[in-house]
């Protein structure tokens, strides 16, 4: 008889019953504990903070004690060390991390928020946060809630990339990123919200056809000797594919570099192995040109032949005349591409552009 093997049996067979009678032990625990309510009035400030979706869940994760801070990973069964990774002198709790620290003390001293925590000292993270919230204006409490991210992302850092940065520079950080998102809140904010009735001032984002990719193009010239170009494909989705922002040293006039615009987005599209493609630009003349396929004897038509010299690359393209106002990312693009190097991105974008496609998905978008 194998009396080994029964054995293991057995063995096997106790350990699930223990880890079986454990998984419901915490079931009940977590049963115990009461729902969420999502109306209390903190929630409702926190839902109304002008700040990333990503920021804003981050601070609900706080307000419910649900951060991987080392002691929550301790207590959570992890083997790790529950003190502070920068001072080394207490547990890592959230309020330690984000309030009590003497780098998150002088984080918050040096924001443009200019918290002295000492004049809190009795309140925990949580109450503290309230708080704030409660006092702040909503362009405020998006500042202080996307501060609050960025010291857990200077943390992480501090912890996995041995990368240790200032107070200062991290509250910098925090503050220009709140400014690009301000900046995407206000260029879009009439995309978002309907025109009155019969006004054609504002266009909204049109989503293609569910198997066809929308290639923006726009074009921005300082002088006649440098242009701008900035092309971002989007699908049904509104997803990002690609996007791209070049600088160009050409003294070209302003509608001919709207043509350049369109040639480069075919180029790149044709790159990328985009098959079924929507090209849109603001310059009607260019669009037209396209579409009639009209040739002269002009500047203009040597990008125009170029552009016509692709098209049996894909397997159709259209090219579409869209408004100024309905062109803001691919614009941002273009003059981005006045002042940074020459960069594509696959599947990404700029933060502040990725902010932009999100809040034109947020608006009405019309088949």
């Known amino acids: ?27 009940a625990k977590n049963r115990s504990k009461p729902l969420l309510d999502l109306n209390e009035p903190r929630w409702g400030r926190l839902w109304k903070a002008r700040a990333h979706p990503r920021v804003i869940n981050y601070v609900w994760r706080v307000l419910n004690n649900s951060l991987p ?4 990973l301790q207590k959570r069964g992890v083997n790790c060390i529950a003190l502070c990774p920068r001072c080394w002198k207490k547990k890592e709790t959230e309020h330690h991390l984000l309030k009590e620290c003497e780098f998150a003390r002088c984080f ?13 000292l009795d309140l925990d993270i949580r109450k503290w946060i309230e708080e704030l919230l409660d006092k702040l204006d909503m362009d405020l409490q998006g500042l202080l809630c996307t501060s609050i991210l960025h010291l857990w992302v200077a943390r992480n850092e ?20 709140f400014k690009e ?17 019969g006004s054609q001032s504002v266009e909204f984002w049109r989503r293609p056809p569910t198997h066809k990719l929308k290639i923006n193009v726009d074009a921005s010239c300082i002088d006649e000797e440098t242009v701008g170009i900035g092309a971002v494909a989007r699908d049904s989705e509104g997803t990002i594919l690609m996007s791209g922002m070049w600088k160009v040293n050409l003294s070209i006039k302003s509608h001919e570099a709207e043509a350049l615009a369109c040639l480069m987005g075919l180029e ?54 869209v408004k100024r106002n309905g062109n803001r990312i691919t614009h941002e693009l273009a003059n981005m591409a ?30």
């Open 108 to 120: 918050w001293f040096h924001s443009q928020l200019g918290i002295r925590t000492s004049d809190f």
């Open 158 to 177: 501090v912890l996995h990339e041995e990368v240790d940065r200032s107070p200062m520079e991290v509250a910098d950080r925090a503050m220009k990123n």
């Open 69 to 72: 801070t080392r002691l929550n």
């Open 268 to 321: 790149r599209a044709r790159k990328c192995c985009f098959f079924d493609i929507i090209v849109k630009s603001d310059n009607i003349e260019v669009i037209q040109s396209l579409r009639e396929k009209r040739i002269q004897s002009n500047y203009l038509s040597t990008f125009i032949v170029d552009c016509l010299h692709l098209i049996p690359s894909f397997r159709s393209v259209e090219f579409s005349h």
């Open 1 to 27: 008889m194998n009396f080994t093997g029964n054995s293991q049996e057995m063995e096997n067979s106790e350990l699930k019953v223990h880890t079986t009678e454990l998984c419901k032990k915490r079931i």
């Open 181 to 197: 998102y301000q900046k995407a809140l206000t260029v879009i904010e009439d995309v978002i919200h309907p025109p009155p009735l």
């Open 338 to 367: 006045l002042t940074t190097p020459n960069t594509m991105w696959m599947e990404e974008a700029p933060q502040n552009i990725c902010n932009m496609a999100w809040l034109e998905r947020l608006g009405p978008i019309h088949e």
